[in-house]
């Protein structure tokens, strides 16, 4: 978000003025994983199957191959 700050010069605005790097990870981890639960809560309540990809830095072949795994599984 900071480099999409930097190079495209788009105001993000989600963190306070004076958030230091440990309080962005922190809230960016929170909101990850409450929408996690959101998510998979509602695949629970309409009965789907779901998934949570995990795409790391320089991992980026792992996630498309577990999301063709996963969509192999369900079609």
Known sequence: MEADEK???RRRNIFTTNASRKQKIKLIRNFSMKSEHVFRKCARKYNKPSKILMNKKG????????LNNFLELIS
């Open 7 to 9: 190079k495209l010069l």
């Open 59 to 66: 991992h980026a072949i792992e996630a498309a191959k577990g």
